[in-house]
């Protein structure tokens, strides 16, 4: 999973549109994918959602046709999804080893 935070999110970075993105690819040969996708549109407010692959049984597709494309993929929905398979993307207690973080500041 990846995030940007929204041009309107506190901290985000002026001039870059704001995306959320998860992949799921349970085989290393990559022949059952499924990705889901939020973008910002550059320059405006608008939003663009996609889905690819196959919906998997613990997924939430109830949220992909929420009224505003913004509520299609939350934080908080690509959270559970991690967990469902074992993941805890936010909590620090899960990182065990050495890691590297690369942040864009200009």
């Known amino acids: 999973m990846y995030a940007i935070l929204f ?3 506190e901290g985000a970075a002026p001039g870059i549109s704001g995306a959320l993105q998860w992949e799921y690819l349970p085989d290393a040969r990559g022949d059952v994918q499924r990705a889901l ?3 910002e549109h550059e320059g405006s ?3 663009h959602f996609e ?3 196959p ?3 613990w997924e939430s597709p109830d949220a992909y046709s929420a009224r505003r494309k913004r509520d299609r993929l939350s934080p908080s929905l690509v959270a559970d999804y991690c967990r469902t398979l074992g993941i805890e993307p936010f909590d620090l207690a899960f990182y065990a080893g050495p890691a ?3 942040e ?3």
């Open 7 to 9: 041009a309107d999110e």
């Open 104 to 106: 864009r500041t200009t």
């Open 51 to 53: 889905a690819w692959g």
């Open 45 to 47: 407010s608008g939003f």
């Open 55 to 57: 919906l998997q049984t």
């Open 37 to 39: 996708a939020l973008v």
């Open 100 to 102: 590297v973080l690369i």
